[in-house]
């Protein structure tokens, strides 16, 4: 017999937002053998144990220093652009201010 009744049910929320829910022997098992599991939007999830916990933190950190390089990165670039953008401005309107100028003798 299968009992489907909400006693034997297990409900997850996934990092989407959406609430789901399956027999509590299928997240037991998906427990045991830390394969992924799917919410109904797609996202995969999977258990970690404690030791995968201390694991994924230091990926996590390592995943955000990176992230944080690449902003940096960005950020000085984007500045400099800013820079020669202004210069190149600059420099137009003196060339215009100039044959303008010269266009008025
Ligand atoms: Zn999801």
Known sequence: MVDVGWKSMEFRQCRCGIIFGAPKGFFNTRRTDR???YCPNGCSNIFFQQSDLGRENI????????ANVVRDHWKK???TAKRSCASYK???????NKMEGDQDE
Do not use: D, S
């Open 90 to 96: 600059a420099h137009f309107h003196r060339l215009k």
């Open 59 to 66: 990926r996590l950190k390592q995943q955000l220093k990176n």
């Open 35 to 37: 394969r992924p599991f």
């Open 77 to 79: 670039e984007a500045l």
